[in-house]
């Protein structure tokens, strides 16, 4: 049981528009502390996709943004690529240790 | 380029013990928080421990609260795990990353090594 909850799953055609949710609670998200968000391709690490709720780093596409709001954030994914095809995943900060959502497999039908 | 690597994965039966390493490279390793994420198979992360740029602070998982200790060698760039009386559902792929500081994002991530628990 992950400390914070998403969507086991989501998919989308290519071109579309999808979004993965990701729930917290009054001691990690709702405390304040900002929602980052990781890709993990198939046999590969994780990579930071999202930092601080909405920011990008550097490399990553404008098709991928974030936002925040009370206990909950989301990653929004417009213009659906089959390469995004992939495991998402949130993380926050409950005191001083990370904490995980359960992860979110994309399909890209 | 920034580099973590991973190493002391293997098999161990249960209730023995590992010592997993992360070589750092291409970047000051002192300056930055070291945490351990590990990934059972086909399952999500797992936070497991962090670590402070001077070692003053650690923070572990309940789960392994007792049995693992995180440490570091600024001197050999170097982040360990020693993981003791390893049970069956500590079977993963263990990944070593960097944050600049708590709570920022592990920006940087190693490529894991593997840790089977099982008689």
């Known amino acids: 049981q992950s400390v914070l909850t998403q969507p086991p799953s989501v998919s989308g055609a290519p071109g579309q528009r999808v979004t993965i949710s990701c729930t917290g609670s009054s001691s990690n998200i709702g405390a304040g502390y900002d929602v980052h968000w990781y890709q993990q391709l198939p046999g590969t690490a994780p990579k930071l996709l999202i930092y601080g709720n909405s920011n990008r780093p550097s490399g990553v596409p404008d098709r991928f943004s974030g936002s925040k709001s009370g206990t909950s954030a989301s990653l929004a994914i417009t213009g659906l690529q089959a390469e995004d095809e992939a495991d998402y995943y949130c993380q926050s900060y409950d005191s001083s240790l990370g904490v995980f959502g359960g992860g979110t497999k994309l399909t890209v039908l | 380029e920034v580099q973590l690597v991973e190493s002391g994965g293997g098999l161990v039966q249960p209730g023995g013990s590992l010592r997993l390493s992360c070589a750092a490279s291409?970047?000051?390793?002192?300056?930055?928080?070291m945490s351990w994420v590990r990934q059972a198979p086909g399952k999500g992360l797992e936070w497991v421990a962090n670590?402070?740029?001077?070692?003053?602070?650690?923070y572990y998982v309940d789960s392994v609260k007792g049995r693992f200790t995180i440490s570091r060698d600024n001197a050999k760039n170097s982040l360990y795990l020693q993981m003791n009386s390893l049970r069956a559902e500590d079977t993963a792929v263990y990944y070593c990353a960097r944050s600049i500081v708590v709570p920022a994002p592990l920006d940087y991530w190693g490529q894991g090594t593997l840790v089977t628990v099982s008689s």
């Open positions: 670590i402070k740029q001077d070692g003053s602070e650690k």
């Open positions: 291409g970047f000051t390793f002192s300056s930055y928080w």
